[in-house]
């Protein structure tokens, strides 16, 4: 008898692993435990969750559970899983769940662990600067990603990655890290690798007021802020009571006379603002600058500028700095 599989998410970065899954021979996927539907769009509109959807079109029994309660516990149960996997599922297990599964518990988490425990480790990763994350199999404890791990996949961050696009490499990742893994925890033969309490650190759940961008900080951290938080919960900056979010933007280092290369017809008030000690370090912040032609737009930070490339004003479109000027053009004045 081929050993039965319960997969818990309520997130698509696992679909990868799904879909490897529902594909693989040696196994019987036998179902999903996922989060229940949410109310979406203008409409409040419920509607499934993409694994729950997954699960749905894949003919795949699923339970949607709001808390990991005992009706969970029994459907769980019912199902008589050998195995059980878990990416991005969002609730914490009690020591009934874990114990369940013959062949234990695993959780596919989406950093190299013990670094960036908790809910934002790809957004983590990027706001750090980090050159490489990865994913790690780890077995499941009672503790928020403490268990003993036994395999991990590592990925390189390239400059231009954002959130949405490291999540695909990690998707892809996870799959390849489970097609290699799920032999050795089928056989139960693998020696697993205890996490180092010393090296752990912790992320914490993103809110909306996260994706403020506050221009007293470098400009080489606000780059990473509008990368990190793409789409959600998105950067922003207000200006006149009105919101701004930015999609893409790029950081320009050096002394005011570098600066000065890209605004060589400046006013004097403009060179004031572009004001700035041999490090980079601005004497004013949150000032809006453009070229003569008006195709440029910058903002003076806590070190360096931050060129502005995408933005967009609450309510409107996506749209480059040039088309932004010429819509918009009281926004430097006011």
């Not at 679909?15 to 490897?20: A, G, R, S, V, Y």
Request: glycine share 6%.
């Amino acid at each position: 008898m081929k050993p039965r599989l319960v997969f818990f998410s309520a997130d698509e970065i696992s679909k990868p692993c799904l879909e490897f899954l529902r594909a693989e021979p040696s196994i019987n996927f036998c179902g999903v435990i996922t989060q229940p539907q949410r109310a979406k769009g203008r409409g409040q509109t419920l509607s499934l969750n993409p694994i729950a959807e997954w699960a749905q079109v894949n003919n795949l029994p699923f339970y949607q559970a709001e808390t990991m309660n005992d009706a969970a516990f029994d459907w769980l149960k019912q199902m008589q899983p050998h195995l059980v996997l878990v990416m991005a599922f969002g609730h914490i297990l009690k020591k009934c769940f874990l114990e369940l599964p013959k062949l234990g518990m695993w959780n596919l988490h989406v950093s190299l662990l013990p670094k960036y425990r908790g809910a934002s480790p790809v957004q983590t990763a990027l706001l750090n600067g980090d050159a490489e994350t990865g994913v790690t199999l780890m077995s499941m404890v009672e503790a928020m990603d403490a268990g003993a791990y036994l395999a991990q996949q590592k990925t390189a961050i390239a400059p231009e990655d954002t959130a949405v696009t490291l999540r695909e490499k990690l998707a892809q990742a996870s799959a390849t890290l489970l097609r290699t893994s799920l032999p050795m925890l089928l056989s139960e033969k693998y020696v697993l690798t205890p996490q180092n309490e010393a090296d752990a650190t912790y992320c914490k759940k993103l809110s909306k007021a996260d994706g403020y961008l506050d221009f007293s900080k470098p400009a080489i951290f606000l780059e990473r802020c509008i990368r990190a938080y793409q789409p959600w919960p998105g950067a922003y900056f207000l200006k006149n009571n009105e919101r701004y979010l930015v999609h893409w933007a790029y950081v320009m280092t050096g002394s005011t006379a570098e600066k000065d290369l890209l605004f060589p017809t400046a006013s004097t008030s403009i060179k004031d603002k572009l004001s700035a000690n041999d490090d980079g370090t601005n004497l004013t912040y949150g000032q809006f600058l453009t070229d003569s032609n008006r195709t440029v737009l910058a903002v003076t930070t806590g070190k360096d500028l931050l060129v502005i490339d995408r933005i967009q004003k609450a309510g409107g479109k996506s749209m480059n700095a040039a088309e932004f000027l010429r819509g918009n053009r009281s926004f430097l004045e006011a």
